[in-house]
C-alpha cells in the first residue's frame, strides 16, 4: 500500500494519505482547477523511501567492495613479498 503526500499549492495544507483515502480524497477535491491550474502537488512517500534505502544499499556495496579489495592487495603483498 502506498502513502502520499498531498500539498495544496494555493493554501500550503498538507495530507498525509493511503491509496484509498488519496482516492476519497479526490472525489471530493478536484485535482485541477476549471481554468486548467493544478491545485495539488502528490508525493509518493513509499517510492521516495525505496529509492532512499536503495541509495544507501548502493553507498555499503561500493564501501565493502572497497574494503574488500585493499584487504586483497594487503594480504597478497604480506603473502609473496
Known sequence: MNN???TNLT???RH???EE???NFFTKNCYQSKSGIIRYD???LTE???IRRNKILDAVQLST????IILTT???IENYY
Open 11 to 13: 493554501s500550503g495544507a
Open 4 to 6: 502520499y503526500k498531498i
Open 42 to 44: 502528490i508525493v509518493n
Open 74 to 76: 594487503i594480504l597478497i
Open 16 to 18: 498525509y494519505l493511503n
Open 21 to 23: 483515502e488519496k482516492v
Open 48 to 50: 521516495q523511501k525505496r
Open 65 to 68: 567492495l572497497f574494503i574488500a
